[in-house]
């Protein structure tokens, strides 16, 4: 079928749309409110393409094996340019601990388990080229849209197209499809709330800032060997992961909750960030003067939100014509690295119902259904972590916290169960790995019979008989990293 398809934004989701729907022959406009990228390669992008319409373009970045998976079977030219530019796959032998190693034979499966990971700029650099290339997709930048073009019809509201404005003035864009791709700020759906629409949405704080610095390794400096120590990891009052990049590069991402003020000012400053980093065993190697060297600012985000909106309820759609995808449909905490693999699903599902239905009702309607059933597992799974993450950040600025015993209980179950039996059991770590990666729902591997009996054979084997299978700590605490960065430890305390 002939149609043409209007995409608000050329961001990951809207990028993700055009790579599902190009191949189905459909007419393409994507229209981006920011520049093109600078002619050049990945570091000239990382330093001057300005991405005022996507906050956290130079944070640390990821693709699940979700998103890997999608790019390799769908465009396995994308794929090899990718890696041609520099991006990494990180592959399941690499998060092996050595009591894995002992016993690890390899299976075919565990192909499927790679990361791919670079920065933010040089993913959206290659795969924006990509689909430039494309006959049937025209992308135009610089081009801002103002609002959509709504008509109520006998059958409902329709989305006809676009008002947008760009260096010669306002004009209207029509289109078939109209595909929202333009994020956590586009205002398509609060106009059609304003318009009738029967959207419903829910949405929750997350209650924590992020703080990213970039680093270059020295020329003909190696990485440092993966060791005991984590590049990952909770400290309860700080949250870190660190992101080999592309080319060189690699970047570290510091997590504080909103309530830690004294970090939060702290963290801006790149002595300060790097001084953090230094006293985090899994990291300090990194970090090293003699290793690499700090190539940014230290970048700031906050404002996260989860959040999930329906576009449709049982058999009615609340618009005609119109689709919204990625962080305008569905926003996550992006310290699980699902934002962009949701927004490929998405796109992808949505691809299915085009090219199965030409009715615009019944297409929202089964869109809505198949989103629902992908990803909400691992929705509701992501707000329950960050619920009970934000208990207990509140937990540690609480003069006198004692913990019940059931969190004693659950936190046992957790860390000398659940956590000792997948860095013992490579059958489990794979299990495990499944959920993370959203080849199957976060939690169905622990739902197993077999596996929760290997669990808690763990969790009731003693300490001194499971020892090898401990993480070294991974950093100090609260007290102890706020004196040694001559930070108060008292000022953001809260009574009991």
């Given at each position: 079928?002939?149609?043409?398809?209007?995409?608000?934004?050329?961001?990951?989701?809207?990028?993700?749309?055009?790579?599902?729907?190009?191949?189905?022959?459909?007419?393409?406009?994507?229209?981006?409110?920011?520049?093109?990228?600078?002619?050049?390669?990945?570091?000239?992008?990382?330093?001057?393409?300005?991405?005022?319409?996507?906050?956290?373009?130079?944070?640390?970045?990821?693709?699940?094996?979700?998103?890997?998976?999608?790019?390799?079977?769908?465009?396995?030219?994308?794929?090899?340019?990718?890696?041609?530019?520099?991006?990494?796959?990180?592959?399941?032998?690499?998060?092996?601990?050595?009591?894995?190693?002992?016993?690890?034979?390899?299976?075919?499966?565990?192909?499927?388990?790679?990361v791919l990971t670079s920065r933010r700029t040089t993913l959206?650099?290659?795969?924006?080229?990509?689909?430039?290339?494309?006959?049937?997709?025209?992308?135009?930048?610089?081009?801002?849209?103002?609002?959509?073009?709504?008509?109520?019809?006998?059958?409902?509201?329709?989305?006809?197209g676009v008002s947008a404005a760009d260096a010669g003035g306002?004009?209207?864009?029509?289109?078939?499809?109209?595909?929202?791709?333009?994020?956590?700020?586009?205002?398509?759906?609060?106009?059609?709330?304003?318009?009738?629409?029967?959207?419903?949405?829910?949405?929750?704080?997350?209650?924590?800032?992020?703080?990213?610095?970039?680093?270059?390794?020295?020329?003909?400096?190696?990485?440092?060997?993966?060791?005991?120590?984590?590049?990952?990891?909770?400290?309860?009052?700080?949250?870190?992961?660190?992101?080999?990049?592309?080319?060189?590069?690699?970047?570290?991402?510091?997590?504080?909750?909103?309530?830690?003020?004294?970090?939060?000012?702290?963290?801006?400053?790149?002595?300060?960030?790097?001084?953090?980093?230094?006293?985090?065993?899994?990291?300090?190697?990194?970090?090293?003067?003699?290793?690499?060297?700090?190539?940014?600012?230290?970048?700031?985000?906050?404002?996260?939100?989860?959040?999930?909106?329906?576009?449709?309820?049982?058999?009615?759609?609340?618009?005609?014509?119109?689709?919204?995808?990625?962080?305008?449909?569905?926003?996550?905490?992006?310290?699980?690295?699902?934002?962009?693999?949701?927004?490929?699903?998405?796109?992808?599902?949505?691809?299915?119902?085009?090219?199965?239905t030409d009715h615009a009702g019944d297409r929202l309607v089964?869109?809505?259904?198949?989103?629902?059933?992908?990803?909400?597992?691992?929705?509701?799974?992501?707000?329950?972590?960050?619920?009970?993450?934000?208990?207990?950040?509140?937990?540690?600025?609480?003069?006198?916290?004692?913990?019940?015993?059931?969190?004693?209980?659950?936190?046992?179950?957790?860390?000398?169960?659940?956590?000792?039996?997948?860095?013992?059991?490579?059958?489990?770590?794979?299990?495990?790995?499944?959920?993370?990666?959203?080849?199957?729902?976060?939690?169905?591997?622990?739902?197993?019979?077999?596996?929760?009996?290997?669990?808690?054979?763990?969790?009731?084997?003693?300490?001194?008989?499971?020892?090898?299978?401990?993480?070294?700590?991974?950093?100090?605490?609260?007290?102890?990293?706020?004196?040694?960065?001559?930070?108060?430890?008292?000022?953001?305390?809260?009574?009991?």
């Amino acid at each position: 079928m002939h149609e043409r398809v209007l995409i608000i934004g050329a961001g990951m989701a809207g990028l993700c749309a055009a790579l599902a729907l190009a191949p189905t022959g459909r007419d393409i406009v994507i229209l981006e409110r920011d520049p093109p990228p600078p002619r050049g390669d990945p570091d000239l992008a990382f330093e001057s393409w300005s991405r005022r319409g996507v906050g956290h373009i130079r944070h640390s970045h990821a693709f699940l094996a979700r998103l890997r998976s999608i790019i390799k079977a769908e465009h396995p030219e994308l794929h090899a340019e990718l890696l041609h530019a520099g991006c990494r796959e990180l592959g399941f032998e690499g998060m092996l601990t050595d009591l894995h190693r002992a016993h690890y034979r390899p299976q075919p499966a565990d192909r499927d388990f790679a990361v791919l990971t670079s920065r933010r700029t040089t993913l959206e650099l290659v795969i924006r080229r990509y689909v430039e290339r494309h006959p049937n997709v025209r992308l135009v930048s610089e081009t801002f849209v103002r609002g959509l073009l709504v008509k109520q019809l006998p059958e409902g509201l329709r989305v006809l197209g676009v008002s947008a404005a760009d260096a010669g003035g306002g004009r209207d864009i029509i289109g078939d499809v109209v595909i929202d791709a333009g994020g956590r700020t586009s205002s398509g759906v609060e106009q059609l709330i304003e318009a009738g629409a029967a959207i419903s949405e829910e949405s929750e704080n997350a209650e924590i800032l992020y703080f990213t610095r970039h680093y270059r390794l020295h020329p003909g400096v190696s990485e440092p060997p993966r060791g005991k120590a984590s590049t990952t990891g909770d400290l309860g009052f700080l949250k870190f992961g660190l992101f080999p990049a592309d080319n060189g590069c690699f970047s570290v991402t510091l997590c504080v909750h909103e309530l830690e003020l004294e970090m939060r000012k702290a963290l801006v400053d790149p002595a300060v960030f790097d001084a953090v980093c230094a006293r985090l065993p899994g990291l300090a190697p990194w970090v090293a003067q003699e290793t690499a060297a700090g190539v940014s600012r230290v970048f700031g985000m906050g404002d996260l939100h989860s959040r999930w909106r329906t576009l449709a309820s049982g058999d009615t759609p609340s618009v005609l014509g119109y689709f919204a995808i990625g962080d305008n449909l569905i926003r996550t905490n992006p310290l699980y690295g699902r934002g962009c693999s949701f927004a490929a699903v998405t796109a992808y599902l949505l691809r299915d119902v085009l090219v199965a239905t030409d009715h615009a009702g019944d297409r929202l309607v089964e869109f809505q259904e198949l989103v629902t059933r992908e990803l909400r597992p691992y929705y509701d799974n992501m707000r329950d972590q960050d619920r009970a993450a934000i208990r207990r950040a509140r937990q540690q600025l609480t003069r006198g916290y004692r913990p019940s015993l059931k969190n004693r209980v659950v936190k046992s179950f957790l860390e000398d169960g659940v956590n000792i039996a997948i860095r013992s059991d490579v059958d489990l770590l794979r299990a495990a790995l499944r959920g993370f990666h959203m080849l199957e729902p976060p939690s169905a591997w622990l739902k197993r019979p077999d596996n929760l009996a290997k669990v808690l054979r763990y969790w009731a084997t003693g300490r001194e008989k499971k020892a090898g299978a401990y993480p070294v700590k991974p950093g100090p605490g609260r007290v102890e990293m706020f004196q040694a960065l001559g930070l108060s430890t008292e000022a953001d305390m809260i009574r009991s």
